[in-house]
């Protein structure tokens, strides 16, 4: 043996036996004595950001908070981010990078729905936990994964809340105008099934592309229909040329948005339309607007780690989350381990945060854990209120 | 009646953002052979250049539409010079790909420069955004704007090809490269005016278009295919075809979503192309001839 050679096998040696003294607690990813490293993915760039560069930014001041308060049993919370730029592929290359290369302890992430699906045999497998902070599509908690929660709401169960609302009313003559890729469908069939449970039909189920630079005709056979009630399951695009041109032909029905037009005041100026939105109620994940004293505390906290961003509802997704991580890193104890943390989540119930409309809730056979929708509207040349919450079982 | 009138206004408005659209689309394509899959991505980036221009910086919005024309000859010539001159030589699939490189470059940095500024950037109307009444239909004055200056815009471009120098020798490239040259044209010019006006008539569209709709980085390829079908439709190398073409997919679209049901809206028009390319394979206006220059 030469020299050389000898020098190789001492370092190895040397490196496996450091290896084998180190205590067991190094052997969880992402945990060390005084740190846990947390990934998100979702898209930090292209237009989908709203849904992952703003709720990351929420997380962080959370863990800042957590940290400056001495952390979790002496553990400081790291962040990781990851762009997964709403493209199915790059989501599951980002939470592979966050599990393989970075090594993350947990979870918190998700933002656009179809690459969060895309990702989640990657997540389920990998049975690293997990919190989706803004994609709502069924198929994600549904079946469910034994690692994976969401805080978010989800595409049924917002539907069914949608139709709750128009009901709840006064409305007798409810319409559907919806787009029929994977987002659209993924809420449209829960919302014709609820329609079915509660024994009524729509009175027209319209369509519309999600690039659609006019929407007369399906206004005219809207009003043709006597609609009373529209269910808007559209992008804020199409729907901002729905409520256009449903005033320029003078049709005023009550308008039931969803989480994917999350902020009435950006849809009021997309519409562009005075007074067009008049009528317009939509889905909130989160029970205060970005303007409510009650966020002052985040509004600081954003606009100073953040400067030049104001604080806006996908922040809220993110603090909501992120607390909620937070809660069950406190229960799984200093011992830290991944089952650990999955069964602290597993026993939550009616968790208070500071934006949730209400508690959380997570049991073992259902990770769903936000049935709480939110229902906001922004009057003309008014701030956006909250008009009430719907309780969805 | 009065649902027939709303229909036919609403399918002309449209079919007229899709003519002139198709119009640059043929443009490049009669004097060069290639279709420019860049040219959605060209109508987004003034479009954007447009809303800079306007939104952010108070520019008068006709300055603005101007600029958009400007910066949209000068993107459209920038691709002639990266994409279409280094490899005229080549197979029409190595230019195909080129002209798709472009667009995936274009939507790239739009995404990173217009991208986390919201998701859909609203333009303000530049007429008043209330509805008005004519012959007691209802009618956004924004439509009448975007109607007339689509005319003006092709009836601008119809004069610069037939009674401008530069339009009558890109008009003579078309039909014949090299009897062209041999009248002592530079015809590489050539193909650099005819990109730079198809893309040019691009810019003008999307600044009359941010009104009506919204911008975003990604809108620019279903834009492209809706220009791209007019442009089939009226025969591919015909300016009036495409403006045929653009107008009546606009009103095939809308006549369908309004008598059958809105799910007719996407498919109607394409079910009208692969009819006439069936019966007449080279559009409604279209010549026979087809070479590659």
Known sequence: ?393 | MELLVYLLLSGLTTGSLYALIALGIVVVNKATAVINFAHGELFMFSGFVAWMLHVQMGVPYLPSLLAAVAFGFLLGAATDLIAFRPLKNANIISLVLATIGIAFMLRGTARVIWGGKGDYLPFPPITSPEPIMIGGIMVIPQQLAVLAGSIVIMVAFAAFFRLTRAGKMMQATADNAKAATLAGIRIDRIYMLSFGTGAAIAGAAAALMAPLTLLYPDMGFSFFIKGFAAAVLGGLTSLPGAVLGGISIGIIESLAGGYLHSSFIEVSAFIVIMFVLVVRPTGLLGSTRFRRV
Not at chain 1, 59 to 82: P, S, T
Not at chain 1, 164 to 174: E, M, N, S, T, V
Request: charged share 20%.
């Open chain 1, 1 to 393: 043996m030469t020299l050389k050679r000898c020098v190789k096998a001492g370092l190895s040696g040397l490196f496996l036996a450091v290896a084998a003294l180190q205590p067991g607690q190094a052997q969880v990813p992402g945990v060390t004595a005084d740190t846990i490293k947390i990934g998100s993915f979702g898209a930090l760039t292209g237009p989908g950001y709203l849904y992952g560069k703003l709720p990351m930014n929420g997380i962080e001041v959370v863990f800042d908070q957590v940290n400056a308060a001495g952390g979790i049993n002496g553990r400081k919370l790291e962040l990781v981010r990851e762009d997964d730029r709403c493209d199915p592929a790059a989501a599951i290359g980002a939470v592979k990078k966050l599990i393989h290369e970075d090594k993350v302890f947990a979870i918190i992430g998700g933002g656009c729905s179809n690459a969060t699906v895309a990702a989640r045999e990657t997540l389920a497998e990998a049975r690293i936990p997990v919190i989706i902070m803004a994609s709502v599509h069924d198929g994600i908690t549904t079946p469910v994964a034994p690692t994976i929660f969401s805080t978010a709401l989800t595409s049924s169960l917002e539907s069914a809340a949608m139709l709750q609302f128009a009901l709840d009313q006064g409305a007798k003559r409810i319409a559907v105008i919806s787009m029929r890729d994977a987002w659209g469908r993924s809420r449209y069939t829960p919302l014709i099934e609820a329609f079915q449970k509660k024994g009524i039909k729509p009175v027209l189920d319209e369509e519309m592309a999600p690039d659609a630079n006019d929407a007369t005709a399906q206004v005219l056979r809207l009003k043709g229909a006597n609609a009373d009630a529209v269910l808007v399951v559209l992008y804020p695009k199409p729907a901002a040329i729905f409520m256009r041109d449903a005033q320029k032909l003078g049709f005023k029905p009550l308008a039931v948005g969803q989480s994917g037009i999350a902020d009435p005041a950006a849809f009021e100026d997309q519409v562009g339309s005075p007074g067009a939105t008049a009528s317009f109620r939509t889905i909130s994940m989160v029970r205060y607007t970005p303007e409510d004293p009650a966020v002052d505390k985040w509004r600081k906290a954003i606009e100073a780690k953040f400067p030049g961003d104001r604080l806006s509802v996908f922040n809220l997704f993110g603090i909501g989350s992120a607390q909620v991580m937070v809660e069950g890193l406190k229960r799984a104890g200093p011992d830290l381990t991944r089952e650990k943390l999955v069964a602290a989540l597993n026993g939550l119930k009616d968790f208070e945060t500071d934006v949730y409309p209400g508690g959380i809730t997570c049991v073992e056979t259902d990770h769903r854990c936000n049935k709480n929708p939110a229902w906001i509207a922004k009057e003309p040349g008014k701030p956006v209120r909250v008009l009430g919450v719907t309780k969805v079982e």
